[in-house]
Every structure is written in structure tokens, then in C-alpha cells.
């Protein structure tokens, strides 16, 4: 499976960005699609996931209520709406698929940084 993320940039607080990952490749083994931030000197974090074949969702408590994933399975396509951004939200973020019998996400995007000013 390959990824392609895009969207980032820079933004004011309380403004909104929209993050697109494009899969390509095996899309018919992908079990679950998701969201991850690493913001400078931090580690890598769980931002928000969704099932590749239902409407379920993940999201870490931080971003409740602000994001909004989904996914277009007709394009291949994972979008992370962001609203009401906040300067804590500045990260790269990158998008990865864990595969059906897979243990954890085992294919990520490269990643796209979102930088909101306060």
C-alpha cells in the first residue's frame, strides 16, 4: 500500500485545515486508516483512526469535537477535517493503514506539517 498525504500549512488559531491521505496500491487488505502527529520534540501520537469498511471511529480525547475523519472508498481517499485549531495541534502529521492480520499500522505516508500560530 502506498500513502500520499497532503493538506498541511499554516493557519491562525481557531482557523481550519483539511488533511487528504491517497492510498494506492493493496487498498483491499486495509482494515483501518488513521491519523498520527509528532510534534518537535515529542513523540509520535494517535490522532484519530476510522474502520476502512464502517463508520467506526477513533479519537484521541484532545481532539474530540475539533476533528473529523472519513474516508471516500470510491477514491481511496482518508480526509482529516481540523476545526477550531489550536497551537498545540501544530505537528507533522502523517496517515497510515494497518492491513487485515496485521498487529499494528504497518504502512505510513510520508508526513505533512501543520503549523497553527497563535
Known amino acids: 500500500v502506498q500513502l500520499q498525504a497532503s493538506g498541511g500549512g499554516l493557519v491562525q488559531a481557531g482557523g481550519s485545515l483539511r488533511l487528504s491521505c491517497a492510498a494506492s496500491g493493496r487498498t483491499w487488505s486495509i482494515l483501518r486508516a488513521g491519523w498520527f502527529r509528532q510534534a518537535p520534540g515529542k513523540e509520535r501520537e494517535f490522532v484519530a483512526a476510522?474502520?476502512?469498511?464502517?463508520?467506526?471511529?477513533f479519537y484521541r480525547d484532545s481532539v474530540k469535537g475539533r476533528f473529523t475523519i472519513s474516508r471516500d472508498n470510491d477514491k481511496n481517499l482518508v480526509i482529516l477535517q481540523m476545526d477550531s485549531l489550536k497551537p498545540e495541534d501544530t505537528a507533522v502529521y502523517y496517515c497510515a493503514v494497518r492491513q487485515y492480520g496485521a498487529p499494528q499500522y504497518d504502512y505510513w505516508g510520508q508526513g505533512t506539517l501543520v503549523t497553527v500560530s497563535s
Open positions: 476510522t474502520s476502512w469498511s464502517s463508520s467506526t471511529t
